[in-house]
C-alpha cells in the first residue's frame, strides 16, 4: 500500500538562478515534520516506506528547467514537483491563501480580502492538483492531503475514485462558524463539500474539531455522531490528532559537542544576564508587537532587573510581497527601537533584534542557552517552536511561556499559560518564570519531555495513517449492506420467482424527501406511478407503512390499488377497504402534552407542531440546526418526566419528536399484517427509528432495508429516496412470467381486515 502525500510545499525548494535552478532544503513546520516522519519509518522497518509527495517547489520554473528539477525531486526526495505559472500564484498564494483563508482562519476578519478572481484562481490551482494526483494515483493508494491551500482537492479526486482512503489535515486553526460564515455563501459551502470528498479529516486540537463539525452542520446540514459524519453514500470521521516533533533529533542536537561550544560562547557574551528567547516567522498572527509590548509593560514595573535581563528577538523574513507584512516590519522596528531607547544604556541593550533566517544548529543552541521561551503567538493552529524549545533542554531547566491561543497550549499545561494580548499577563508571567527555581523548572519540563518524546511526529503521521486505513474497515462493512451488486440481483431474482410478495414502504424520506413543511410532502408522479405498477403486479401486496396522519395518506395514494397504515401502526386500511384501529386508544394525555410541545414550538423559530389523530409531532426541521438541536434535547427532558406515569412514548424521528400511545409500533402493524400470509417475498424499506421496530419483526430471510447510514436492525443500506426508487423501478420491470397469482391473492387484504 502506497501513501500518496499532496500538500502546497515540497520538502525542498527551487532558487532560480543565473546558472540554472539551484535547490534548498525547506524548513516549514509541515514538510519537516513529514519528512522526518517518512525518514525514521525507513529507520525503523530498514527500508523506505512507498510513498510519493507532490507538491509546488517553491518558485516558478522555467519550461526549459522543469526536467532538471523532476530529476532532482525524484533522485533526492521521492517527489513530484507540481508547477505552476507566476501568475496562479500570484492569485492563488499571495492571493486567495494567503489574503482570505489565512486572516479570516487566523481571527483576523479585517485583513481579510474577498476577491472572486483569487477565490476562481484558488479553485484552478486545486485542479491542477487534482489532477496531477489522479494521473498517478492507483487504486490500492492512500491519500493524503495537507492544509488550507489545498481544501478543494479531496473533493475533487473522491469523483474519480469513489472509494479510495483519503485524508485531509489541517495545519492551521478552523474557525467557529460565526467567522468561518463570513466567506461568500457560495464559496464556504464548496470549501466544505471539498472537505467532505475525505475519509478523514483531521486537526490539532479538539476547539478546531468542534468548530468544523459545527460549520458543516450548519453550512451542508450533516450533523454527526461521535465525530462521524454520515454523508448519503458514505461516512466522513472527524478527530483530533496533535502534531509533534522529531523529539530525538532535538534532544541530539542540544546535547552535541559543537552546541556545547556555541552556549559557552554565547554565556560569555552575556554574562551575568538572564536570557529571555523569541522566535517567528514574520506575521501578524505571531503576536510579537504584543510580546514586545509585555516585555516593556516587564521593564517598566521591575526596574531592579534592568541591566540584569536581555530579550533575544528572532524573527524570520516571510511573504515580503503581502502589504500588511511590510507594515508590521515597519511597527515591529520602531518598537524595538522605542524599548532600546527608553530603557538601555551605554552598558546595557535590553533587547537584540534579528530580521534573518536562523539555521538548525542556532536556533537548538538558543533554545538551550536561554533561561525563558516566550511563544505567544495570538492566534496558532499548533505551534512546534514550543515543543522544539522544550525537547532541546537536556538538563531539563528553562521556563516556556506560551500563549493560550496556540494549539500547543492544549497538551503544554505545564508551560505558563498566558493571554498575550494583556501585556500585564505577560509581563506578570516573566517574573514568575525568571523567579522559578530550578526544582520546579525540572519539574514541569520532566512532565512535558515525556509527553513530547511519547507523542512525536512519528506516531502523530502513524495514528493519523492508521486512523485512515480504520475508516476503509468502516467503509467495507457498509459496502457489504449496501444493496447493490450482487445483492441486489439476489433480491430482484428472489422476486421474479416468488408467488407472493410483500412490499412493506415507509413514505417520508423514503419515497419521497423531506420538507420543512409536512403538509407540502405530496406525492410527484414518479411516486405514484412505481406504486400502480407495483400493486398491479400479480402476486403483489403493496403497503405504505407511515407516521403520517390517515387523512393524508388517504388524499394522497387512497386512490391507489394498496394498503395504508397510518400514525405507526394505530390506523389500518386493506387494499380497497376500509379504516380500522389496531387497538382501542386513550386520547386524554394530548391535552396535558399539548401546551408543553407549543412552548417549544414559541421558543424555536422554524419549529411547528403537528396534531394527528392519536399522536402529537414537534417538527424542527425548519429551524436553526443548533438551537434546535439544545431545544430537542431540552424537550425530551420535560417530555421524560412529564410522561413518565401515562401510557405514551417519545419517539425520536427524523428532525422530529412524537408522542404516542405505547403498545403500537410499526412492528405491531407489520406482524399483524403478515400473520397467516405466507409471503415468500418480504421488503420493508424505511428510513427513521421508528422503522427499526418494523425491521426488528421481520422473518429472518426478509429484505429490510434502511435509507441512509445509521446503526440499525436492517440488513441493508439504501444512500437516499432517490436509490429507493431506482430499486422499485427495476422491480416494477421485472415481468412476472414465473411468478402465478395463487388463488385468493386478496388474502392480505382480508387478513387485515379480518383480524
Known sequence: MRLV????RLPFTVVNGEGGPQFKVSSGGLTTGLWSYLERGAAGSGERPEFVWLGWPGATVAPQDESAVKAYAEKEFKTLPVFLPEESMD?????????????????????????????????????????????????DDLLWVHDYQLMLVPGLVRERFPDMPIGFFLHIPFPSYEVFRLLPRAWRVELIEGLLGSSLVGFHTYDYTRDFLTSVLRTVGYEHQLGTLSLRERVVKVDTFPMGIDYERFARAAASPETEARVAELRTKCTGQKVIFSVDRLDYTKGLINRLQGYDAFLKRNPQWHGK?????????????????????????????RIVGTYG??????????FRNLGFEEIVALYRFCDVALITPVRDGMNLVA???????????????????????????????????????????????????????????????????????????????????????????????????KVLAGLIQQYRSAARRVLLLDYDGTLVPFVEDP??????????????????????EVVIVSGRPRRDLEEW???????????????????????????????????RVRPILQVYVDRLPGALLEEKEFSLAWHYRGADPEQASRRARELLDALAGFTRN??????????????????????????????????????????????????????????????????????????????????????????????????????????????
Open 5 to 8: 502525500i499532496v500538500s502546497n
Open 345 to 354: 544604556n551605554v552598558n546595557w541593550s535590553p533587547l537584540i533584534y534579528q
Open 557 to 591: 395514494v387512497g386512490a391507489l390499488p394498496v394498503a395504508l397504515v397510518a400514525e405507526h401502526g394505530v390506523w389500518l386500511r386493506p387494499k380497497g377497504g376500509a379504516w380500522r384501529m389496531l387497538k382501542a386508544i386513550i386520547t386524554e394525555w394530548k391535552e
Open 519 to 540: 403538509k407540502l410532502a405530496r406525492p410527484d408522479r414518479e411516486v405514484l406511478e412505481l406504486l400502480t405498477a407495483l400493486s398491479a403486479a400479480p402476486g403483489n
Open 91 to 139: 492569485h492563488f498564494y499571495h492571493g486567495f491563501c494567503n489574503k482570505t483563508l489565512w486572516p479570516l482562519f487566523h481571527y483576523f476578519p479585517s485583513l481579510t480580502h474577498y476577491e472572486e478572481d483569487y477565490w476562481q484562481e484558488y479553485k484552478q490551482v486545486n485542479r491542477i492538483f487534482a489532477e496531477a494526483a489522479l494521473k498517478m494515483l492507483q487504486p
Open 646 to 755: 401515562i401510557d405514551v412514548q417519545v419517539l425520536e424521528g427524523n428532525k422530529v419528536l412524537e408522542v404516542r400511545n405505547t403498545g403500537v409500533s410499526k412492528g405491531t402493524a407489520a406482524t399483524e399484517w403478515l400473520s397467516g400470509l405466507g409471503a415468500d417475498f418480504i421488503l420493508a424499506i424505511g428510513d427513521d427509528w421508528t422503522d427499526e421496530d418494523l425491521f426488528r419483526t421481520l422473518p429472518p430471510n426478509a429484505y429490510s432495508v434502511r435509507v441512509g447510514l445509521a446503526n440499525t436492525s436492517a440488513r441493508f443500506y439504501l444512500s437516499n429516496h432517490t436509490a429507493v426508487r431506482r430499486v422499485l423501478r427495476e422491480l416494477s420491470q421485472v415481468t412476472g412470467e414465473n411468478s402465478a397469482e395463487l388463488p385468493g391473492s386478496d388474502g392480505p387484504s382480508r387478513a387485515a381486515g379480518g383480524a
Open 387 to 485: 515543543k522544539e524549545f522544550v525537547a532541546s533542554r537536556p538538563d531539563q531547566t528553562g521556563v516556556l511561556i506560551l500563549s493560550e491561543m496556540a494549539g500547543a497550549a492544549k497538551e503544554m499545561g505545564e508551560a505558563l499559560i498566558i493571554n498575550p494580548l494583556h501585556s500585564g499577563d505577560s509581563a506578570q508571567a516573566l517574573e514568575q518564570a525568571l523567579a522559578m527555581p530550578v526544582e520546579e523548572q525540572v519539574r514541569r519540563n520532566r512532565l512535558l519531555q515525556d509527553r513530547l518524546r511519547r507523542y512525536n511526529v512519528v506516531r502523530w503521521a502513524e495514528d493519523f495513517i492508521q486512523a485512515l486505513v480504520g475508516t476503509q474497515n468502516t467503509e467495507a462493512a457498509r459496502r457489504a449492506r449496501m444493496l447493490s451488486g
Open 309 to 337: 535581563v536581555v530579550f533575544v528577538v528572532s524573527v524570520a523574513p516571510s511573504r515580503i510581497g503581502v502589504e500588511s507584512y511590510q507594515a508590521m516590519k515597519q511597527e515591529l522596528e520602531q518598537t524595538v527601537g
